[in-house]
Nanobody, 120 residues
């Protein structure tokens, strides 16, 4: 199995940027579909972005398209989420996830989460 540790969250003003990192250990990320989910207070967890292990294709939820970019560095066994033009509605706990197949809608392994707060 794989262990996931997120970092890079914090407090930022609207319009600012953050880069989240997800360091994996135990197994290489190239064998998983890696994704980022988020959960805001009082809301359900939603998939934000993912990158396929098979062909490197990416997925973004409509609300972050053009602002967020997912990438992976297999040499560092790390996945990133570059978040630009942040909005207050992006405030949430962000979770890194790994899925053994090709789905972006679910995960087999989760990180502990990192808080992102965007002030207006």
């Amino acid at each position: 199995q794989v262990q996931l540790v997120e970092s890079g969250g914090g407090l930022v003003q609207a319009g600012g940027s953050l880069r989240l990192s997800c360091a994996a250990s135990g197994r290489t990320i190239s064998t998983y579909t890696m994704g980022w989910f988020r959960q805001a207070p009082g809301k359900e967890r939603e998939g934000v972005s993912c990158i396929s292990s098979s062909d490197g294709s990416t997925y973004y939820v409509d609300s972050v398209k053009g602002r967020f970019t997912i990438s992976s560095d297999n040499a560092k066994n790390t996945v990133y989420l570059q978040m630009n033009s942040l909005k207050p509605e992006d405030t949430a706990v962000y979770y890194c996830a790994a899925e053994s197949g090709s789905s972006c809608a679910k995960a087999d392994y989760w990180g502990q989460g990192t808080q992102v707060t965007v002030s207006s």
